[in-house]
C-alpha cells in the first residue's frame, strides 16, 4: 500500500491567528517551482540551500506585492521531509497566509493532511516512528517534564534503548537459522543454557522499559486529583497552596465553597487537574446541596482522593462515619500550627493504612512533603525519570508485552526441549514486536491513524 503519493504539498505550519510570523511549508520535487509562481525576478533555482533569502511575493493573477518573505530552501535529502523543502515566513496574518497558500495550491501544490510532513520524514527514513511520534508529544507537551520526555524521545532515545535487544535477538535468530541449516544434531546443554541466560537478560530489559511505563502514562496524561472534607477543614486553602496562588476563595464561613474548582498545575512533572470541592454535610442550602452533589461526583472521577482533616479540633462522630466511608487514598491533616487535638490512635484508626501528611496551608509547612507524597503514591516508587529510557507511549508499551511475552514462550519451549524452528518462530515474532515501536514492522492503515492525530502543517 501507498503511503502517500509523489506529490509536493504545502501547509501553514503556524497556528490559525495573528502572529509575529507565519509560516508556509511545502515539501516534494516541485516546491521551487510552485515558489517561483510567487517570485518576480528572483529565480527559485538560484536560492542557495540553507540560507535565508528576503523576497516580495507577487500576486501572480494581480501583479501586486502581497508580502515581503523570508525563504528557507532545503534540498533533497538534507530537509526535514528527506524532500525538497521551502519554507516562507511572512507577516502572520490570516489573510496573508490562506493567500500565498491558495496561490501555492493553483500552481500544483495539493494542501498537506496533518502529519503529512512527518509521515513523509518517516517514510523516508529521516526518522523512525517513536521519534515521528515525539514530534507530536512535544508540540502537545503541557509540562516541561513532557517536553523533556518528548525532546529525549525525538532523538533517538527509545530507539537507541531498543537498538542491544534487536542486536541480541538477531543474533539468537542467526544462530538458530544456521543451526538448522548446517548441523544434524539438536541443541547441546551447553547451548541451552547459554541460551536461556540471554533471553533471562532481554526479558529483563524488555519488563524494566514496561514497568517505567506506570510512571510514564502518567506524565503523558497526566491525572485528577479530589480535595475532599468537611467544611471548613481548609480544602479551599489546601488548593491554593499547592497551586502557588489564591485561587479559592478561603474563609472561616462553613460552606464557602459552593462548586467544585478546578486548576491544572504540575506535581513533579506530572499534570495533576486539582480539584477543590465542596465540603460534605447535611445542609438545607439548595445551592450548597448541589456543590455536595458535584464533590461526590468529583471523587468517582478522580483517579486520587486526598481527604482532609483539621488537626485543631475533636472530630465527632459525623466526621468519623464520613471518614469511614470516603474512598480516599492520602490523608491530609491540616492546621498543623495549631495544637493537635487528637492522638495517634485516633489517626491509625482512621487513617486507613493510607500515608498520612501533617500540613498547614497556612503556613505551607509541609506542602512540599505533601507533594512528595502524591507523586511517590501515584508513580508506587517507580524510578525518577532522568535514572532511565521511560515509555510513555501506550502503543510501544503493548508492543514491549508481546515481546516479553514471546521471550517467555521461547525461554519456555527450549525448557521443554522443542526444536530450533519453535523457538525460531518466538524469536521472529519478539524481534517484529520491537520493530513495531521503531515502525519498522507496521501497517498502513495504523500508521495513518497514527498520523492523523497529528496538526496540519507537521
Ligand atoms: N490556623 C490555620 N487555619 C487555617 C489553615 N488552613 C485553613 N485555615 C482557616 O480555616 C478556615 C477554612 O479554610 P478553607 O480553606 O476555606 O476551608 P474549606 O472549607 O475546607 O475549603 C479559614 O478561616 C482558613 O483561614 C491552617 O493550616 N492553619
Ligand atoms: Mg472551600
Not at 528572483?42 to 511575493?57: C, D, G, M, R
Not at 548446517?182 to 514496561?210: A, G, M, W
Request: proline share 3%; net charge negative.
Amino acid at each position: 500500500m501507498r503511503l502517500y503519493e509523489n506529490t509536493t504539498i504545502a501547509a501553514i505550519a503556524t497556528p490559525p491567528g495573528y502572529g509575529g510570523i507565519g509560516v508556509i511549508r511545502l515539501s516534494g520535487d516541485d516546491s521551487l517551482k510552485c515558489l517561483q509562481s510567487l517570485l518576480d525576478t528572483k529565480k527559485a533555482t538560484e536560492l542557495v540551500p540553507n540560507q535565508v533569502s528576503l523576497q516580495s511575493l507577487i500576486h501572480s493573477e494581480s501583479g501586486q506585492v502581497i508580502d515581503e518573505a523570508l525563504i528557507t530552501y532545503f534540498r533533497s535529502p538534507h530537509s526535514y521531509t528527506g524532500e525538497d523543502v521551502v519554507e516562507i515566513s511572512c507577516h502572520g496574518s490570516p489573510v496573508v497566509l490562506t493567500e500565498i497558500l491558495r496561490l501555492l495550491a493553483s500552481s500544483g501544490a495539493e494542501l498537506a493532511k496533518p502529519g503529512e510532513f512527518t509521515l513523509r520524514a518517516f517514510l523516508n527514513q529521516r526518522i523512525d516512528l517513536s521519534q515521528a511520534e515525539a514530534v507530536n508529544d512535544l508540540i502537545h507537551s503541557q509540562t516541561r517534564y513532557q517536553a523533556q520526555l518528548a525532546t529525549r524521545q525525538l532523538r533517538g532515545e527509545v530507539s537507541k534503548q531498543l537498538k542491544p535487544l534487536k542486536n541480541a535477538l538477531v543474533e539468537m535468530i542467526v544462530y538458530f537459522e544456521s543451526s538448522l541449516e548446517f548441523v544434524e544434531d539438536d541443541l547441546d546443554s551447553l547451548n541451552i543454557e547459554r541460551f536461556q541466560l540471554q533471553i533471562d537478560i532481554l526479558c529483563s530489559s524488555v519488563q524494566k522499559l514496561i514497568s517505567s511505563y506506570q510512571l510514564g502514562r502518567l506524565v503523558k496524561s497526566g491525572i485528577k486529583l479530589a480535595i475532599v472534607g468537611q467544611p471548613n477543614v481548609g480544602k479551599s486553602s489546601i488548593f491554593n497552596a499547592l497551586l502557588g496562588r489564591d485561587r479559592a476563595i478561603v474563609s472561616a464561613i462553613p460552606g464557602t465553597t459552593r462548586d467544585t474548582l478546578s486548576e491544572v498545575l504540575a506535581i513533579k512533572g506530572i499534570p495533576v487537574e486539582l480539584i477543590d470541592t465542596a465540603g460534605i454535610r447535611e445542609t438545607q442550602d439548595v445551592i450548597e446541596n448541589l456543590g455536595v452533589e458535584r464533590t461526590q461526583s468529583a471523587i468517582a472521577d478522580a483517579d486520587l482522593v486526598i481527604a482532609v482533616i483539621e488537626a485543631s479540633h475533636n472530630p465527632t462522630t459525623l466526621e468519623l462515619t464520613f471518614l469511614s466511608l470516603l474512598p480516599f487514598d492520602l490523608l491530609v491533616i491540616n492546621k498543623c500550627d495549631l495544637e493537635m487535638a487528637f492522638d495517634e490512635e485516633f489517626i491509625n484508626a482512621i487513617k486507613q493504612n493510607k500515608p498520612v501528611a501533617e500540613v498547614s496551608a497556612l503556613t505551607n509547612q509541609g506542602i512540599g512533603e505533601l507533594q512528595d507524597l502524591i507523586h511517590s503514591t501515584l508513580s508506587s516508587g517507580s524510578l525518577p525519570i532522568q535514572e532511565g529510557g521511560i515509555i510513555t507511549n501506550e502503543r510501544h508499551y503493548q508492543a514491549l508485552l508481546s515481546t516479553s511475552e514471546s521471550l517467555l514462550k521461547a525461554k519456555q519451549d527450549l525448557d521443554l526441549g522443542f526444536s530450533e524452528e519453535i523457538i525460531l518462530v518466538h524469536l521472529h515474532e519478539a524481534l517484529r514486536c520491537l520493530g513495531i515501536i521503531t515502525g519498522e514492522t507496521l501497517i498502513g492503515d495504523i500508521i495513518n491513524q497514527i498520523f492523523a492525530t497529528f496538526c496540519i502543517g507537521k
